[in-house]
């Protein structure tokens, strides 16, 4: 029983073993060419040649840099000014 699934186990690798070999070495005996990615452009190519993303990325970054001198000039509250959290009284029932 151990014999057998060592012999399947075996095979199998064989078998990917002979085809990784035909792939390699028989495309070029067979004038076979393997299919080419289509090159893509580089990433910067592609921001700056549409513009409707540049002008977004350009509001985006506007909006932020306000905010962030907006977060600068803030007022600040009180010495005293402490925040507090809200706490719910219970209501009991009444019978």
């Known amino acids: 029983m151990k014999s ?10 064989l ?4 085809i990784s070999v035909i792939l390699t070495f028989g495309l070029s005996l067979f004038n076979i060419s393997i299919p080419v990615l ?5 990433i910067e190519k592609f921001l700056w040649s549409y513009r409707g993303v540049d002008m977004l990325i350009q509001a985006f970054l506007i909006l932020a840099a306000a905010a962030a001198v907006s977060t ?24």
Request: aromatic share 2%; glycine share 4%.
């Open 4 to 13: 057998d699934e060592m012999d399947k186990t075996v095979s199998a690798i």
């Open 15 to 18: 078998i990917l073993i002979l």
């Open 38 to 42: 289509i090159e893509k452009p580089p």
């Open 72 to 95: 600068l000039f803030r007022v600040e509250k009180g010495a005293g000014a402490v925040e507090e959290a809200v706490i719910e009284k219970l209501e009991e029932k009444e019978e």
